[in-house]
């Protein structure tokens, strides 16, 4: 079974700052890994998966997230940050085998100050 | 740029009632799924279909809870009867499947429930 910890549940900013979401799981196979973004009664939208290949892996809105598989971590990125980035970001987990079943974290909100 | 629908976007019932709710996903996505997400916590899987079959359906309270998707298109979760503790966000998503693990899965808007 997979598990996936947020290490952090709010995260303030400023404006225009640089801001990290820490990711860890913990799986006995391989995985795959998704950071998604929910902004206020939205549903979820994805920002970037890792499947494979470079472990650097760039997503929309100008996020990024590297995985760590020594760390068995996948933390999510932005140089600099809007005040539209103000939303709850989920990451979450699915193994190679069997069904698509996707393992999210408890979410991590990231509010931005101005 | 298709969606996930969802319907109604906001339900409240007293506890005992039954409640519905429904799903219609991405045009020619063949997998479907239903997720509870409790408030401050991350979705949690509750049943998903490839096409009308039920693939994983493990954390699906069944003495209360079912969903079906008969024609493979469209989907409904109903709750009989309605507790306290299900008070949750439930979310629908569709992916192109049926290729694995890689496919992206799409949310809908959710439907926020309410028992009181």
């Known amino acids: 079974a997979q598990s996936v910890t947020q290490l952090d549940s709010q995260v303030p900013v400023f404006e225009e700052a640089p801001v990290e979401l820490r990711c860890n799981y913990s799986s006995s196979v391989s995985v795959y890994l998704f950071w998604y973004v929910q902004y206020p009664n939205q549903g979820l939208q994805l920002l970037l998966k890792?499947?494979?290949?470079?472990?650097l892996v760039k997503g929309i809105n100008g996020f990024e997230a590297e995985f760590n598989k020594s760390q068995t971590s996948f933390h999510l990125r932005k140089p600099s940050v809007h005040i539209s980035d103000t939303a709850e970001y989920f990451c979450?987990?699915?193994?190679?085998?069997?069904?698509?079943?996707?393992?999210f974290g408890q979410g991590t909100r990231l509010t931005i100050n101005p | 740029e298709a969606e996930v629908a969802q319907s109604p976007r906001y339900k409240i019932t007293e506890k005992s009632q039954a409640v519905a709710f429904w799903c219609d996903p991405i045009s020619g996505h063949a997998t479907l799924y239903w997720y509870r997400q409790i408030l401050g916590q991350g979705p949690e899987l509750l049943v998903q279909?490839?096409?009308?079959?039920?693939?994983?359906d493990s954390q699906l309270p069944k003495d209360r809870f079912s969903a079906e998707r008969l024609k493979g298109v469209d989907s409904t979760l109903k709750i009989q009867p309605a507790e306290l503790g299900d008070s949750a966000m439930y979310l629908c998503a569709s992916s192109l499947g049926p290729s694995g693990n890689t496919d992206t899965q799409y949310f809908g808007p959710g439907t926020r429930l309410t028992v009181l």
């Open positions: 979450a987990v699915s193994n190679f085998l069997g069904a698509q079943k996707l393992v």
């Open positions: 890792y499947l494979s290949g470079s472990t």
């Open positions: 279909f490839q096409d009308e079959s039920v693939v994983d």
